[in-house]
């Protein structure tokens, strides 16, 4: 069994066109048939693969590789299709969120030069084999190698982030045909929410069945895998946990991605400079945290704007504006060991590698009600 060809021909027409792309609130339902495995089955095949491996994980989120160990495995599988599945993703992202658009627009007239993705975000929920996994494992047949562990308690969410193969790519290539980005998959620790909230988000996994199994597809044809929910269980969820009311209207749509500042070739490549054109041009950035998160070690700066917000009609007829997703700006500097290097010559694997649980803490916060209804 696989994909239909006119699911495939539906994948490759949207990463073609981000100004024309049909939205669909929902997909089909599925069975009510609960997961029986973790295994993906993929888009390109049926077979299973292996899930994400779950030896002894480590919360440290500092990742200093050098080239020699960064274990990077060939490109596997076909990387038109991997692309052209990213450039789906990349286009429901810009259809559905217009300062992202305007800002990724803006930066490249400015710059004159490719804008490099540092990586991008996927928010999940962690029951019925809705976690982690769902999104991760497509990624992981096509070569990308899981790092790191981040948990963040108080939110009562984790995180793995996932590093991409090594490909050369032309000088040419921009946003999804450029270098492939790191990615970044958080998920809600369904279990540790009220059991009024548990019942609402199994109620729709186990609505959507094996949906699960298509998390890639889901995103790229830009389409929920359950039916839409009641305005009522949105607000119950949005008060014990905006993450979860995000995810249960806007599913597995990328959350963000993030544009790599240190990659650009004007004066924009320094984060603070972004920062500065960002707000002179009327965006409105994030200030949870200060608009500029710094990592304790000082080489990993961030900084974000505001999520845009969509209309969403949910299923008692009630129509509300929701939040959406949002543009986030890194800047990695070059690592102690590599300072002396000429700047011709440094390579990103000499910069900062990784995430910061306490910067990525307050990036979250970017699709927050706080920080919507904040004043510019």
Request: proline share 5%; with cysteine; hydrophobic share 35%.
């Amino acid at each position: 069994m696989r994909l239909s060809s006119s699911l495939l021909s539906s994948i490759k027409h949207n990463s073609h066109s981000s100004s024309s792309i049909s939205l669909p609130h929902l997909s089909p339902s599925y069975s009510s048939r609960q997961p029986k495995s973790r295994h993906f089955i993929s888009l390109k095949t049926m077979y299973p693969v292996n899930s994400i491996p779950h030896g002894k994980r480590t919360l440290s989120v500092v990742s200093c590789s050098k080239a020699d160990d960064r274990h990077d495995s060939p490109f596997q599988g076909g990387e038109s299709f991997f692309r052209s599945v990213l450039a789906s993703m990349e286009a429901v992202y810009l259809n559905r969120n217009p300062t992202a658009k305007s800002i990724l627009e803006r930066v490249r007239s400015a710059d004159n030069d490719q804008i490099c993705y540092d990586h991008l975000a996927f928010r999940t929920f962690g029951v019925n084999g809705y976690g982690i996994d769902s999104m991760a494992n497509f990624f992981l047949e096509f070569g990308y190698t899981q790092r790191e562990e981040l948990r963040f308690p108080k939110k009562k969410l984790k995180a793995l982030w996932f590093s991409p193969p090594t490909l050369q790519v032309s000088n040419g290539g921009s946003g999804a045909s450029g270098p492939l980005p790191r990615i970044f998959i958080s998920e809600l620790l369904v279990d540790e929410m009220s059991p009024q909230a548990q019942e609402i988000i199994r109620k729709y996994t186990q609505i959507s069945g094996s949906g699960y199994k298509h998390a890639a597809l889901s995103s790229a044809l830009g389409s929920l895998t359950w039916e839409k929910p009641l305005y009522s269980e949105f607000q119950l969820l949005a008060r014990e946990s905006e993450y979860a009311a995000w995810t249960l209207v806007n599913g597995y749509a990328v959350n963000h991605v993030t544009i790599s500042t240190h990659r650009l070739k004007s004066h924009l490549r320094d984060i603070k400079s972004l920062n500065q054109f960002i707000e002179k041009n009327g965006f409105k950035l994030s200030s949870e945290g200060g608009v500029l998160k710094v990592s304790p070690d000082g080489l990993l700066l961030q900084s974000s704007t505001v999520a845009d917000s969509i209309s969403f009609c949910f299923s008692d007829g009630v129509t509300e504006t929701v939040p959406c997703s949002y543009i986030e700006f890194a800047e990695r500097l070059v690592l102690p060991q590599f300072k002396d290097l000429p700047e011709k010559e440094v390579k990103e694997f000499h910069r900062r590698d990784g995430f910061e649980v306490g910067n990525a803490d307050k990036i979250f916060e970017s699709t927050s009600k706080e920080q919507l209804s904040r004043k510019a």
